[in-house]
């Protein structure tokens, strides 16, 4: 049971090249997310996806995209990376009954755009 | 708007000293109010959630909604309690908006 499993978990880019992180849980659960932690600033959230099927903005989508790709795996997408987008990005999955809070987080990936 | 607020960037104590990391909250709603930690190399998990009124590894958390506080407290602190804390409000279907994240750093 690995959890919440993130690839790559280091990734070097230049201004306007393009990746997607990937992300997969393997608790069943219905509600996955994607945040960034900056220095500073804390986790905040970019996209996010209440179930198979659907997703939804958070609070830093702008140049972003997101796919949930079936109830594992909801990967995160930079379609022209900018230096603004170096952070540190984390998924999460979490059963979705109301007020239970607990995220299960994956290890992380360490994106640096150059 | 939502917003969680922690003061502190970084807290250090020594081993045995009370511990209190802050936190506040804003919302208009009714606040349902979590603390998450990072140990070194680990992952950010659930250390403990208002509604529980729980005590974890020796943390306690109180809610005031007077205050808007939601401050954690250890009364003897622990080296292995060095992390990183992140005080969370939950606005609905598990967003969490989390706060800046407060250092605790226990020196022996």
């Known amino acids: 049971n690995a959890g919440v499993t993130q690839t790559p978990k280091f990734q070097v880019l230049k201004t306007g090249q393009s990746m997607t992180l990937q992300c997969a849980q393997d608790m069943n659960h219905n509600s996955m997310y994607w945040y960034r932690q900056d220095p500073g600033m804390g986790l905040r959230l970019i996209y996010y996806s209440a179930s198979e099927g659907t997703t939804d903005k958070g609070e830093v989508p702008n140049g972003y995209n997101v796919s949930r790709l079936n109830k594992r795996e909801f990967s995160l997408r930079l379609e022209s990376a900018a230096p603004s987008q170096t952070s540190v990005y984390f998924c999460?999955?979490?059963?979705?009954?109301?007020?239970?809070?607990?995220?299960?987080f994956g290890e992380g990936s360490r994106l640096t755009v150059l | 708007a939502q917003r969680v607020t922690q003061p502190e960037k970084l807290l250090s104590v020594f081993k045995g000293a009370p511990v209190e990391l802050k936190c506040n909250y804003s919302y208009s709603g009714s606040p349902e109010l979590f603390w998450y930690v990072q140990y070194s190399r680990q992952r950010l998990q659930l250390l403990l959630r208002?509604?529980s009124r729980e005590s974890i590894k020796g943390f306690t958390a109180d809610l005031n909604k007077g205050e808007t506080s939601f401050h954690l407290k250890k009364p003897f602190a622990q080296e292995e309690d060095s992390a990183m804390y992140y005080c969370a409000l939950s606005t609905g279907f598990q967003k969490l908006v989390f706060g800046t994240g407060t250092r605790l750093l226990v020196s022996p």
């Open positions: 208002h509604i």
């Open positions: 999460a999955s979490s059963v979705e009954v109301a007020g239970n809070g607990e995220l299960f």
